[in-house]
């Protein structure tokens, strides 16, 4: 689970700012949803190629985190005996 053990750190960083509780393992309902949102949006084209300005092999490197990180997001879901339920276009 270190892909998303580095998203959830990634996310929290962020979280911080906009005076929001950490999230940690074993992640709620909502945090699940919140973070396949996210990582559902940082699919799309202009986010995974960060507008044109990094390589197709940087923009593949990328994509491969974000959907290792969904892949455990969705493992750790099952586990927890929930499922994502907020729509998921880019990563279906």
């Known amino acids: ?7 959830i750190e990634e996310q929290n ?4 700012y ?8 074993p992640l709620s309902q ?11 949006c ?5 986010n995974l190629h960060c507008d044109g300005e990094i ?4 923009a593949g490197l990328k994509a491969g985190r974000i959907c290792r990180a969904f892949a455990e997001l969705k493992q750790h ?11 998921i276009y880019e990563l279906s």
């Not at 689970?1 to 998203?7: D, K, V």
């Not at 960083?13 to 911080?16: D, L, T």
């Not at 390589?55 to 940087?58: D, P």
């Not at 879901?77 to 729509?87: E, F, N, S």
């Open 30 to 40: 909502d945090e699940i949803n919140d973070i396949a949102d996210s990582l559902d």
């Open 42 to 46: 940082k699919m799309s084209p202009e």
């Open 13 to 16: 960083h962020w979280r911080k």
């Open 77 to 87: 879901a099952k586990d927890q005996g929930l499922t994502i339920t907020v729509p």
């Open 55 to 58: 390589s197709a092999r940087q």
């Open 18 to 25: 906009q005076n929001k509780p950490a999230m940690t393992l």
């Open 1 to 7: 689970m270190r892909n998303l053990r580095e998203f």
